[in-house]
């Protein structure tokens, strides 16, 4: 079984292709009671920013259709908590990728410097958060401004630099190949959709924030098809996410041509889906005769 | 620690209108918990989320009471004795054990996590709420498990003419309390722990928020306290009324 998930990615090398997505998994300890992480893949980190952030105020969570909407506002420690006081905590646990926000281009270059220590296996540029003013969704809708980004982050790091891309575009390729020119190591996608809740008798909006980003099994055929897309524009390597709850969810993603995927909602469901799904996705590969997950990736004919 | 299990339902079973009370046979779960936890319980494959849920009783069976208010609630109230549930939990803090007697105060639902305390510690509880039909069967279960019952009503129809605000105070100058746990509408809380502080005594109150997780990860139900942000799930639910009413804004 070992055998059959063990993969490399950026040189990181994965026990099996199941990361935890960014704001699902806190750093990971939170989820220790119910999942081995050294069978992670690796925790995507709650977002990082220079500053702590309160994050936003009023209603952050609200369940919809086959999902769910939030609107947290990247409520962190700051960069210099996490590096003192938590990442020494997780570093020997899982490998840890530090997702990472700004509200302007040198922000992004400021935190990967910062970050570009022992412990940290990767870094993933939050260019698509939909829950924040001042910042984020910025760089992920505009193709110049998330090449800078990208740019400015790995001249300040040795770390491979990962780019969570928006979905919240016309063509995702268009931006994949921008960051891709700017020097980005990989891809991650997608970030949640921008969504909105009202609530009929108050005539108010359910989130404190108004609007919110949709994740949950509702987006998984969203994603699958902007995995599909991106993975014919690119030669990076894919993390693909969006609303994966099954090993046969995660298939798809990898016969979309993802070379890992991370879990996010799912946690919140069931604390020990990674797992799950690790085993199913094994007994899969079995029956289908593959010897390791690589030989799945982009498989899908078309 | 907190498991992820199933539990057959032993009741679902209204109590007043629209208040249900489920009993759960979950024996890990009523000896590991205590008064002020809560579980995360999956009521139906038609929903994402889990709803959190306060443990309101461990003695025969883990009982918990809820109101129906939207589809979660709804679904759950649909739910029949014989059928499994899936709960996560224990989860959260509790209220800080005291070895003499305390006074519980709370209203409508937040009576539910105080019912547990009464049955763990020594206490009198001090209960309010709109009318006859939502207090009498509070008032049924706090009768084997509290000293002293003091009941208001909105509307006068059972018990002292108005909020347990009102009552507190005389309530204070006859008895004496080692702590006071209160669990209802934050308005009340903190009017409960505006007297509390008066007369100096240590204020414990109970805080509700949604949640998605309820391991302290998605940072759906941080709160403002006075040692910074907090999470309801973790650092709570149970927070020292000082440190969260401290004249820090409310969210």
Not at chain 1, 252 to 280: Q, R, Y
Not at chain 2, 219 to 237: E, F, H, I, N, Y
Request: with cysteine; glycine share 12%; charged share 20%.
């Amino acid at each position: 079984m070992n055998e059959l998930l063990r993969t490399e990615l950026l040189g990181m090398k994965l026990a099996t292709p199941i990361l935890a997505a960014s704001g699902t998994f806190g750093f990971g300890e939170e989820f220790e009671d119910f999942v081995d992480l050294k069978r992670l893949g690796g925790v995507m980190v709650k977002c990082i920013t220079l500053k702590p952030r309160r994050g936003n105020d009023g209603v952050r969570i609200a369940e919809t259709p086959a999902g769910m909407l939030n609107a947290i506002g990247l409520e962190n420690p700051g960069v210099e908590k996490f590096l003192s006081d938590i990442l020494p905590r997780i570093k020997d646990r899982t490998n840890v990728i530090v997702n990472i926000s700004g509200s302007g281009v040198e922000d992004y270059g400021e935190l990967a410097g910062l970050l570009d220590v022992d412990g940290v296996a990767a870094i993933e540029l939050n260019i698509s958060c939909p829950n924040v003013k001042d910042g984020g969704i910025i760089f992920g809708t505009d193709e110049r401004q998330a090449a800078l980004v990208t740019a400015a982050a790995k001249r300040s790091t040795s770390k491979p630099v990962i780019v969570k891309l928006s979905p919240n575009v016309t063509d995702i390729t268009k931006i994949a190949r921008a960051v891709e020119s700017a020097g980005a190591d990989a891809l991650s996608l997608i970030n949640t959709l921008m969504g909105m809740q009202i609530n009929i008798h108050t005539r108010r909006p359910v989130l404190g924030n108004v609007t919110g980003g949709l994740s949950g099994g509702a987006i998984k055929p969203v994603a699958v098809r902007m995995v599909w897309q991106t993975a014919q524009a690119v030669n990076i390597p894919i993390i693909g996410m969006g609303g994966i709850q099954s090993a046969a969810d995660a298939a798809e993603f990898f016969l979309a041509g993802a070379k890992a995927v991370a879990v996010g909602t799912a946690n919140f469901v069931d604390p020990s889906i990674t797992m799950k799904i690790a085993d199913d996705l094994a007994t899969y590969l079995c029956g289908a005769g593959l010897k390791n997950i690589g030989e799945l990736v982009g498989k899908v004919a078309v | 620690m907190a498991r992820d299990f199933f539990a057959e339902i032993v009741a679902n079973e209204a109590v007043a209108e629209k208040v249900f009370r489920l009993t759960i046979d979950a024996p890990t779960l009523a000896e590991e918990s205590r008064a002020g936890q809560f579980v995360h319980v999956k009521i139906s494959d038609e929903l994402t989320l889990r709803r959190p849920l306060g443990i309101a009783s461990t003695a025969s069976g883990v009982k918990i009471f809820y109101r129906v208010v939207g589809r979660g609630t709804q679904l759950l109230s649909r739910r029949q004795s014989g059928e499994r549930l899936n709960i996560l939990g224990p989860l959260g803090n509790g209220f800080t054990p005291r070895g003499d007697k305390v006074l519980l105060v709370g209203g409508g639902m937040g009576l539910a996590p105080l019912l547990c305390a009464a049955e763990q510690f020594t206490a009198d509880v001090l209960m309010g709420g709109r009318n006859a039909d939502e207090v009498n069967f509070w008032r049924e279960e706090f009768h084997t498990r509290a000293e002293k019952i003091f009941l208001t009503t909105d509307d006068g129809s059972v018990g002292l003419y108005g909020f347990v605000t009102d009552a507190l105070p005389d309530i204070l100058a006859a008895n004496h309390y080692a702590a006071i746990l209160t669990c209802g509408p934050e308005v009340m809380m903190r009017g409960v722990a505006r007297l509390a502080a008066a007369k100096k005594i240590p204020c414990e109150v109970s805080f509700e928020r949604r949640m998605a997780c309820g391991l302290g990860a998605c940072l759906s139900c941080s709160v403002d306290t006075a040692d910074g942000r907090k999470k309801v799930c973790k650092d709570g639910p149970i927070f020292a009324a000082e440190k969260v009413f401290g004249g820090e804004r409310d969210e």
